[in-house]
């Protein structure tokens, strides 16, 4: 486990000097409207605004829609695993976990914070969606960029987390559309 005890190493300098921006970002969430926001999107970037557009894709638009649904439904799981393995292997503690200053602005769907798996799967589906369709790409994009902000504000991740997220999700998204959306069509065209 030398690898795993490096980046503990890593990560425990890392945090000290992103501490006092976390603490600083998320001491926002004293104020009702920001925390109910940011947890609203929060709760929202779990899956369920991702799921919600999945499904009506084919029928926003019928040319597009499907194999870009099927190819976002495929590439989520990628994403998820990704994450998950991720995680696991390098072992970063949440900001509040590691700093009682820094409060938890709503609860965690796992325990480390490296990458921000939110921020991976928002930025994924960006990049896919302004591949196939910027228009509505664009209407996303705020979304996204709270989802990415609400993980720092609600003090479940570093700043670098979301950076590493934003970074693999963007690559993923990418290499998604540019290498797998001719399949995806072919299998819903039959």
Same mark, same amino acid.
């Given at each position: 486990m030398p690898s795993t005890s490096k980046a503990s190493r890593f990560f425990e300098r890392a945090d000290q000097r992103e501490y006092l921006l976390c603490q600083a970002i998320n001491r926002s969430v004293r104020f009702r409207p920001v925390l109910g926001y940011f947890s609203t999107v929060s709760r929202l970037g779990d899956g369920w605004f991702w799921y919600a557009l999945i499904l009506s894709l084919p029928l926003l638009e019928p040319a597009a829609g499907p194999g870009l649904a099927l190819l976002m439904a495929i590439t989520g799981l990628t994403c998820t695993i990704t994450y998950k393995l991720l995680?696991?292997?390098?072992?970063? &503690?949440?900001?509040?976990? /590691?700093? =009682? /200053?820094?409060?938890?602005?709503?609860?965690?769907?796992?325990? +480390? /914070?490296?990458? /921000?798996?939110?921020? $991976?799967?928002?930025?994924?589906?960006?990049?896919?969606? $302004?591949? &196939? $369709? =910027?228009?509505?790409?664009? +209407?996303?994009?705020p979304f996204t960029l709270s989802v990415a902000a609400s993980r720092v504000v609600l003090g479940l991740h570093y700043p670098t987390d979301v950076i590493a997220g934003a970074l693999i999700g963007g690559t993923i998204g990418y290499l998604s559309v540019h290498q797998l959306l001719g399949a995806a069509k072919a299998i819903i065209t039959g």
């Open positions: 995680k696991r292997w390098l072992i970063r &503690e949440r900001p509040f976990i /590691s700093f =009682p /200053s820094i409060n938890c602005g709503t609860p965690p769907l796992d325990r +480390y /914070s490296f990458p /921000s798996g939110h921020t $991976l799967h928002a930025v994924c589906f960006q990049v896919m969606l $302004l591949a &196939e $369709l =910027p228009g509505l790409a664009l +209407y996303i994009l």
